[in-house]
C-alpha cells in the first residue's frame, strides 16, 4: 500500500490473492481518482502461469472490484480472441493473463501497457522459469517505467531469487508466512510409499478404494499429458468416475473438467503439475502423486491442493528408484512438518543436490554474499523491442 516492491511468501491456501488484489484495487481508484475507466488502459498487470490460476484470480478480483467499480479482463490462450479484445476496447482497470496470449494481443496493439504501474508476478519463481523469462521480459518493457513490483508464491528457490532481483528494488519488502525454506502445509499428513513404477497403478486403485467413497473430491497428480490420458482410461474402464486435465487438452475441455471436479459433479480427477499451483478447489481431501514430480518445491505445491484455509488434509506419495536424487530434499520436507520418514526412502541417501540454473545448468555460480547488490532495469516505452 505505501509503493513499496514486494516479495510474499506463504503456504498454499492462505489467501495470497486477496493479499495483492486488495492494494491492486486501491492503486487503481487512487490513481483514477473517481474517474471511469471507460476506453482507458489498464492501470494494473497480474501475470499468472497457467489460464486456469487466471481464471481464479479474474473471479477473485470481479467479486471484490464490483462495489468500488474496478474493473478486470482476464486474456489466456485456447479461446477466441475475439471477446477480450472487445474488453480491453471497451476500457479496463486491471489486466489479468498468461504470458503468451498477452504478448500476442499486444503485439497486435489491441493492449497497450504503458499507463500499467503496479505489476504482480502470482507463482512468481514459475513465472521466471526459463520458459516465461522471455516473454516477461517483452511485457515489463512495454509498462510504465516507475512502476511498482509484487511477486508472491507458496516457495522461492534461491536461483530464481537471483533473477527477481533484477525486476525489484534492491531492497524489497519481503513478507514470509512459515518458512522461507522449502516447507509444506504442515496442515497435510505427508504419507511416502517407495514402490516399484510396475506396482503403482495397483496401488492407486487399491488407495481409492480406502480413500475415495464416489463424492469426496480425490486429485491424482501424474507428470506427463500421456500418462495423464492413460490413468484417466485405466480408470474408467475400471468402472470410475473420473477427469482429467492437462495442458494438451482444449481449454473447454479443461474447464468442463475443472467445473466437473469443483462442484463435486466428477469428485476424481487426474492431473499434471498444470493444476499444481494456486489453484483454489474445495474440500480436496486427499492428493495421490502417481507420479513424482520434477523438482520438491512442485511436490509442495502439489499437495498444497489439500488442508487449504485451515482445513486438514492427506497427501499419498509414491516414490520410486527413478526418483532418488529428490529424496534428500523430500526427506528435509518431511521432517521440517513432523512428518514420519519411512526407511525405504532413507536407503536412497540425504544428500541434498546442488540446485542448478535452469539457464544455465551446473556451470551456474551463485553469486557470493558481499557480491554487489542487483539493480533494477528500467525500461523506456519506445517501439523499439532492442
Known sequence: MDGRDFIGIAKTGSGKTLAFGVPA???????????SSKGKNPLCLVLSPT??????IFDVLCNAGNSCDVKSVCLYGGTPKGPQISSLKSGVDIVIGTPGRLKDLMTMEVCQLKEVSFVVLDEADRMLDMGFEEDVRFI???TCSARQMVMFSATWPTAVHRLAQEYMDPNPVKVVIGSEDLAANHDVMQIVEVLDERARYERLTALLKKYHDKRNR?????????EADRIENMLQRSGWNVV?????????ERTKALSLFKKG????????DVAARGLDIPDVEVVINYSFPLTTEDYVHRIGRTGRAGRKGVAHTFFTQQNKGLAGELVNVLKEAGQVVPP?????????KKKESKLYGAHFKEIAADAPKAKKITFDNSDDEN
Open 25 to 35: 484495487m486501491m492503486h487503481v481508484l487512487s490513481k483514477r481518482k473517481g474517474k
Open 51 to 56: 489460464r486456469e490460476l487466471a481464471e481464479q
Open 140 to 142: 515489463l518493457g512495454k
Open 218 to 226: 480425490v486429485l491424482v497428480f501424474v507428470l506427463y499429458q500421456a
Open 244 to 252: 482429467s486435465i492437462h495442458g494438451r487438452k482444449p481449454q473447454h
Open 265 to 272: 459433479s466428477c469428485p476424481l480427477m487426474v492431473a499434471t
Open 344 to 352: 525405504a526412502l532413507l536407503k536412497f541417501g540425504t544428500h541434498v
